[in-house]
């Protein structure tokens, strides 16, 4: 009789262990997928990948980094490269002479980091695109008062979208163009 009597609770603990449990809070979300679009018809025939690869990728503090790479057969053209990330958070802002461990406003707000460089052609039609990156930390995100320290706060910052085009001059749509979440 004991042998049946723990049978049950056997077979109930192993069936609970088998079923994986997402924790809501702690687990890791899956992100919305990073898609990348290059369109020919945006360059002068002939323009391709030499070296390297492109795409974009999201860190764990939400930066966004893009690759460098090589294109060949861009001629004598010139591109303009812009990498922008949109973000929402709450901002506290600390008055660092009156309590500085407790902020004296706080507001939701949403702003975007960007960076943005021409790229020209170089010997023999090639050009050498950089990697580049933006930070949301690295943006000022303003208090009401300029003597008061905004700190984005924990857990609330949120990347919105991103997206990161390589233009060629003389065309009004990007070659390149990686979007994400």
């Not at 609770?9 to 899956?30: F, K």
């Not at 706080?106 to 010997?123: D, I, M, W, Y």
């Not at 208090?143 to 008061?148: G, K, L, S, T």
């Amino acid at each position: 009789m004991k042998r049946l009597a723990l049978l049950p609770m056997l077979a109930v603990t192993m069936t609970a262990c088998s079923d994986p449990v997402t924790d809501p809070i702690t687990g890791p979300a899956p992100r919305p997928a990073i898609v990348t679009t290059i369109d020919a018809e945006n360059a002068k025939s002939g323009t391709h990948l030499q070296a390297g690869s492109i795409g974009c990728t999201v860190g764990a503090d939400l930066s966004v980094s893009c690759s460098g790479f090589e294109l060949a057969g861009v001629g004598h053209t010139n591109a303009d490269v812009v990498l922008t990330a949109n973000y929402t958070a709450t901002v506290d802002c600390y008055n660092p002479g009156v309590n500085p461990n407790n902020p004296i406003e706080s507001h939701e707000t949403s702003f975007s980091a960007e960076e943005s460089f021409n790229v020209e052609s170089t010997k023999n039609g090639r050009m050498l695109v950089r990697a580049t990156s933006v930070d949301p930390n690295a943006v000022a995100q303003g208090c009401p008062n300029p003597n008061w320290t905004p700190t984005i706060r924990e857990g609330t910052l949120a990347l919105t979208s991103f997206s990161y085009s390589l233009t060629f001059a003389g065309f009004t749509d990007p070659y390149i163009l990686v979007t994400g979440p």
